[in-house]
């Protein structure tokens, strides 16, 4: 049901109600009004002609026919007198008043009370009746009904004719905004309210108005917030591609420079090892040609120092657990002052992107540790479970600088970048009383 409709019904039933009221008073007031003008009256009435008629000869009723005559109409009573043979010889007169015209017979018996018949008998066998008759009085009652109910019925019509119009009015900015809604819910955002009359409207055209343009701006964030996200995601895969591929030409390289250079640098070394003991010792070939052998030693060292940070190539023969026990053991002899621990629990099947990851992980951090924070132990963990590998590196230096996090740490950020592309997560933290936490989470799904 429409509002308008609801509060012309409410507005209607009000108004009926009183005018219901106004009718039952109207009613109740007429009929006791009636009722007490009958009493009375019939009680004078009765003990007027009760005295009046011991006075006159009851053998004779000519002297009581001309006083009756002459008296006329008592206006609430009707006055007979009849015969020894019960015959009507005198009957009170039609009263003038509102002559010819009678109130409806419902609201006579509604209204009219229920009054004696008082006989008074003669002594010739004749007899006076004198009975109530209301009837114009009823007829007042009715009239004034009647006028109550046609004002009644103007003023409900009236009443109801204006307060449609003004609900109407009050109402008339709502389908407005039931329109505004409706195209909000559509998706057109950028409609606004015009200024709606009423107080109530206005504000609520204005907190409308106010609720369009937080949701315009939202959904321009949200957009750019999905676009960023999109592009943040491609920039990932794209990332996630170049990584791969580095990781392919560092495997390729670390091969040539253990396949091919490392073999072209022993041979150099035996020729020059050859040279210096094909002549003499104090000469300056023989001088020459250890120098030469001397640079292929350490060119040969660096290049098997390097090939590790390059891509471990024991991944693809020995397995994650071998590699990272000789990685351990490779950085204990190089630093015997400090203790190096392992401990891990891999599986048996782990994916190229989580074994590189797991590597990548451990070398960063082993060697962050032992560069810059000056420890005396360091210790590694690598366990897994359903879901996840968990690798934790800890040590007991010194611990983060407060500007760790500022731009240049490329190792920890290509590390943060390498977990968010495999969907983990990396964590670096302080710990009491002194030392750095670095944990690793490997989710173990389509990357393993």
């Known amino acids: 049901m429409k509002l308008r409709t609801h509060v012309n019904l409410i507005v209607a039933s009000l108004s009926a109600a009183f005018v219901i009221l106004a009718a039952w008073l109207q009613f109740d007031g007429t009929r006791r009004a009636v009722r007490e003008e009958i009493a009375g009256a019939n009680v004078v ?8 008629l011991i006075g ?14 002459h008296l006329g109409r ?13 015959q009507i010889i005198y009957e009170s007169p039609p009263s003038p008043y509102k002559a010819g015209r009678e109130a409806p017979a419902w609201y006579a018996s509604f209204i009219l009370p229920t009054t004696p018949v008082h006989i008074f008998p003669l002594a010739n066998g004749s007899e006076v009746r004198i009975e109530a008759n209301a009837s114009r009085a009823i007829l007042d009652g009715w009239d004034d009904f009647k006028h109550l109910m046609m004002v009644g019925g103007i003023a ?4 109801n004719a204006a307060v449609f119009w003004l609900v109407g009015r009050a109402v008339a900015p709502w389908p ?16 606004r309210l015009p200024k709606l009359k009423g107080y109530e409207a206005n504000m609520i055209g204005s907190t409308f108005n106010r609720m369009a343009v937080s949701l315009e701006e939202k959904l321009l964030s949200d957009r750019k917030a999905v676009e960023a996200e999109q592009r943040l995601q491609q920039r990932r895969e794209l990332d996630q591609l170049i990584e791969q591929r580095l990781d392919e030409e560092r495997r390729v390289i670390a091969r040539e420079l253990h396949d091919e250079f ?22 300056q070939t023989a001088e020459v040609a250890r120098l030469i052998s001397s640079e292929a030693a350490q060119l040969y060292d660096a ?3 390097l090939i590790p940070r390059l891509a471990p190539l024991t991944l693809d023969t020995l397995g994650l657990a071998e590699t990272l026990e000789g990685f351990i053991k490779q950085w204990q002899g190089r630093h015997p002052a400090i203790r190096f621990s392992l401990h891990h629990e891999l599986p048996t099947e782990l994916g190229t992107s989580a074994t590189i990851a797991v590597y990548r992980v451990v070398q960063e951090a082993v060697i962050n540790a032992v560069r810059h924070a000056r420890p005396t132990q360091v210790e590694v963990s690598v366990v897994h479970s359903d879901s996840h590998i968990r690798v934790r590196v800890t040590d007991n230096g010194i611990g983060l600088p407060e500007d760790w996090s500022r731009p240049g740490h490329f190792g920890l950020r290509g590390l943060q ?27 173990l799904g389509e990357h393993a």
């Open 262 to 283: 490392a073999q072209s640098v022993t041979a150099i070394r035996s020729f020059a090892v050859v040279i210096a003991n094909q002549h003499p010792v104090d000469s």
């Open 156 to 159: 409900f019509a009236i009443l």
């Open 45 to 52: 009435a009765t003990q007027l002609l009760s005295r009046i």
């Open 176 to 191: 407005i905004i039931v329109e505004g809604l409706t195209r909000i819910e559509q998706g057109d955002l950028r409609h």
């Open 56 to 69: 006159y000869d009851q053998r004779d009723d000519e002297q009581l026919l001309t006083f009756l005559q």
């Open 417 to 443: 970048e390498r977990m968010a592309m495999l969907g983990g997560t990396l964590t670096l933290k302080n710990r009491e009383p002194g030392g750095v936490a670095l944990t690793a989470e490997i989710p």
């Open 74 to 86: 008592v206006r609430a009573h009707e006055i007979t007198v009849r015969d020894a043979n019960r």
């Open 303 to 305: 290049m098997h120092g």
